[in-house]
């Protein structure tokens, strides 16, 4: 199939090497490489939608699971979307669920049909299939949708892994006929597209196999799944390079759940385009901050009469009225404003990175600017 989002190189594209993109979608455009927020029940922790536009959001992460438990696709659908509902006008993606329901469900059962599963909420019994996870992101309004995969653990052997694959491939298929008759009966707008998602572990004949099937099928887009869940970091990398170098050049390439800046351009260097983790929300919500000299914990007794900002340099709405030792003193006090100046914090800086990363892309200056600033994190 011709590709249902558009999606434009600017810079790069080179296999496995280092792009600059435009993403189109039926709410507006995603520059890349791009950081999506996770709002997994609709909402980024710690920051409304003004904030999120405020530090520089483009496109947020939503989840198919953790919506379809609570409050119901059915009540989001009655509100006019997810777009309406978290009242939200950028782009969103959600998540299939396919991960959640092997991390989180009860007593669940995999069959090629789908997952039978219990919801880690009430204990009620669920059915996740292929066609289901679509139907589900088809109320929502998302304008990336994922594919249903399944996400083997981390230290699952090669025989469960390829099983994986096999059944991720078939998944796969489904969820593009069901995307593909969603659009015949005119219930996919333009501007909605569908991802697929390359399982094999860390074996790269895997990983060919996988990516060199879903191109097959034709995605608007391709994500990487089943990494950075212990595997060693040569192995990851090693994975996203054999998986990048099987995609086509023209479509964009997701890492599924990375967040930290090290990694980020690692796999940027390596062709990848988009990325998501709840890292620093979490990390901000423990008094953490990120900053191009590593993360710094603001919690600790050495900031306690620190007046510079959290990080010399940052444009941020924290940083640009407070010190570190005020944060730190909301920390301590339990206040919860010190956490959320963590997490804008957070976030802000992931935006700059990514955002600093395509400017040098198009400049083609990128590798020694990544050098120098990987070199800075220590």
């Known amino acids: 199939m011709g590709p249902r989002l558009a999606f434009e190189l600017e810079a790069g594209g080179d296999s496995g090497r280092e792009r600059a993109g435009i993403l189109t979608t039926a709410h507006g ?64 993606l959600t998540d299939s669920g396919g991960y959640q329901v092997f991390s989180l469900a009860r007593l669940r059962k995999v069959s090629d049909d789908g997952v039978r599963f219990r919801s880690h909420i009430d204990g009620s019994e669920r059915f996740l299939s292929p066609e289901k996870a679509i139907d589900i992101q088809l109320v929502l309004g998302a304008d990336v949708m994922m594919v249903l995969d399944e996400c083997p653990p981390s230290d699952a052997d090669r025989a469960a892994i390829g099983e994986a694959v096999r059944r991720t491939l078939n998944w796969a298929g489904r969820c593009r006929a069901r995307v593909d008759l969603a659009e015949g009966e005119g219930a996919l707008r333009s501007g909605h597209g569908l991802f697929g998602i390359v399982q094999g572990g860390v074996f790269p004949d895997l990983r060919r196999e996988c990516a060199s099937a879903l191109v097959e099928l034709g995605f608007d887009g391709y994500a990487i799944g089943g990494l950075g869940l212990g595997e060693s970091r040569e192995e990851m990398l090693t994975a996203v390079e054999v998986t990048t170098a099987c995609l086509p050049a023209d479509r964009p390439r997701y890492f599924m759940g990375l967040g930290t800046p090290r990694e980020i351009l690692a796999a940027v260097a390596r062709g990848v385009d988009m990325f998501d983790s709840v890292l620093p929300t979490r990390l901000g919500r423990h008094g953490t901050v990120m900053t191009r000299r590593g993360n710094v914990v603001v919690r600790n007794a050495r900031y306690a009469r620190d007046f510079g900002p959290l990080e010399e340099g940052c444009d941020c709405y924290a940083c640009r009225h407070f010190t570190r030792a005020y ?52």
Not at 71 to 79: H, S
Not at 340 to 351: G, Q, T, Y
Request: aromatic share 6%; charged share 20%.
């Open 29 to 92: 455009q995603v520059r890349t490489p791009v950081f999506m927020p996770v709002g997994t029940q609709g909402s980024v922790k710690g920051l409304a939608p003004r904030e999120l536009l405020e530090v520089g959001t483009q496109i947020i992460l939503a989840n198919t699971y953790h919506l379809h438990l609570r409050p119901g696709e059915e009540t989001v659908g009655l509100a006019g979307g997810l777009h309406v509902f978290m009242d939200w006008s950028g782009p969103i």
């Open 327 to 378: 944060v730190r003193h909301l920390v301590t006090a339990g206040e919860i404003l010190g956490l959320l100046l963590c997490a804008h914090h957070n976030l802000r800086f992931l935006h700059r990175l990514t955002t600093e990363a395509r400017q040098v892309i198009v400049e083609g200056r990128f590798r020694e600017w990544s050098e120098e600033l990987i070199g800075g994190l220590g």
